[in-house]
């Protein structure tokens, strides 16, 4: 089977990085790169060559390759230049109903979209959700630190003692939890907020503290995902926020629901209180954001605050992303292909077969 690396439009990753084609010859698979593909994450086409990779044209990959992966989802028309029969991977939200999801139904190719994976520990080694959820956590902390005009550790000098940078995180799932560490190594004080109690122990492990809000609400069904919360809880949330956020230099929200909009944590009047110079990152911003003056792949000023709304963080580290989602997807396609033929019977493909 023909395998394919195209040139991603408008990102920086690429699906697969040069070393992966020992795994992937191990697969039985015949490898073929667009030129430039890896050249947004630094790596040059002589190392797809170097690891025996063929360049083609981008047409012959679209139209020739069993098995394509692409990191953003194709554009329509190209969608349907892909070959019959088929294997299409991507990350298609089919839990929105996206476009991308619709119209992959509608063909005669294998479609798999890599956000249905369900995330269970025998799922860990595909869980490009969370590989690029730890990146955008740690940048998200690294780009506030850059943008606030102050330190992040207590700094004792013989002119003054600096207080230490406070941060609060805002959903403490896998980008979360990143953040935090990346705060604490740098010398913050790190407060909390999730609607799953169950991250408790991992946010005070951290070295960070948790803020209880009594009364959440958790659902068997979602899947391990956050569900909405009731009124009275969202009242009792909000009030402690605000207080939290008053003290705070930084914030860092990563509340998601799936397949709903992001939970709206931050009310103007919030930001009223906040202190002149302090720094919002949004990495719900796609999906509404947990700010109320977020705007998606932008930065607003509001009353001396900054509010970064990003959801693809992952995107500004494009070499070491790069090398997540391949090593991701490799392991996909061992889990895809046995004996030479499509496995959809295991966990993994069967969850995230879309067509
Ligand atoms: P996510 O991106 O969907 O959400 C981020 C965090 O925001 C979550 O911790 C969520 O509880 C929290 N949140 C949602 N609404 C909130 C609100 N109103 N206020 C405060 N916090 C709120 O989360 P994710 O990182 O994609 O993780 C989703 C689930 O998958 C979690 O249960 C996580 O533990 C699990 N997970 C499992 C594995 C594995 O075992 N393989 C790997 C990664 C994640």
Redesign the pocket.
Known sequence: MKLGVLKEQGIHRVAFIPSAAKKLKALDLELYFEADAGLKSSIEDQEYLDQGWEKKERSWILSQSDILATVKPLEAEELNQLKSGSVYISMMKPYENSPVSQQVKGMDIKAFSMDMIP???L??SV?I??SM?SLAGYKAVILAAERLPKIFPMMMTAAGTIRPTKVLI???????LQAIATARRLGAIVEV????PA?KEEVQSLGAKFVEVEGAQDSKDAG???IE?TEEYKQK?AKLIQERAAKSDIIIT?????GKPA?L?IQKDTLDRMKQGSVVIDLAASSGGNCAMTEDQKTVHYKGVQIIGNSELADDMPNVSSELFSNNMVNYLKFLIKDGSLDLQNEITSNSLIN
């Open positions: 995330r269970s520990t799922a860990q869980d959700l969370s959820a805002l959903g403490a799932g896998v980008a979360g907020f999730d609607v799953r991250v391990g995902y956050a919360q949330q990563t509340a998601q629901l799936r939970p944590l």
